[in-house]
């Protein structure tokens, strides 16, 4: 696979079968060729590719050292894990459209071929929609978007007790609404900046 590209294997039911097994078994201090073919069992050379695609999409440093996203997704985090690595490897696809992992089987390989440049019907194509499909499985965005809705809550109430501490030690009672039309996103940096910004600026 080229650093400029989508991530894929030709052979996707690997990566379920990896992943699936990942869960099971003990994070190693490194997930090399061996422990895929002897603590995971799966031995030969098809399963190997397994191991560029994990790296590409976040679950593997370049070392092969697992990431905090792979331990992440042993637990009791996998979904939101396994959405956060789609969205690593498929940023392409997420750049054209951020709602990528709800398109339909059609729409998905038009957003390839649109990131690519690939042919349609090309073997190529039909691998990484085949290999997105086969990491979306996993995938939860559900719970991404309740986790980072509850952080957006946090904040908020954290403004409002930021602003009433303010005008009670300046001995001045005052009533305001702020209104915030925050935008669609799941970067929690993004909300986390918007918060700051008002302390800053509107809250002293």
Known sequence: MAEDSLPYINAPSYITKVLQKIKDAETPPRFSQDFLAT???????????????????????????????????????????????????????????????????????????????????????????????ALKAFANFSTVAKDTNQEDLNNDQEVVQEASLQTSVDGIKLGYTINLNLPPTSDVAVFDAIFRSLKEHLLR
């Not at 799966?42 to 695609?53: D, T």
């Not at 392409?92 to 709602?99: D, K, V």
């Open 39 to 133: 603590t995971l069992q799966m031995p030969g050379g098809s399963p190997r590719p397994v191991i560029p695609f994990l790296k590409r999409t976040g679950f593997l440093a370049t070392d092969g050292t697992p990431t905090d996203l792979y331990k992440r997704f042993r637990g009791a985090q996998s979904g939101a894990a396994a959405a956060e690595a789609l969205r690593n490897g498929y940023r392409p696809l997420y750049r054209i459209n951020e709602f990528a992992h709800d398109a339909s089987d059609q729409k998905l390989r038009e957003l390839v071929v649109q990131a690519t440049g690939a042919e349609k019907g090309s073997r190529r194509v039909g691998s990484i929609t085949a290999s997105f499909k």
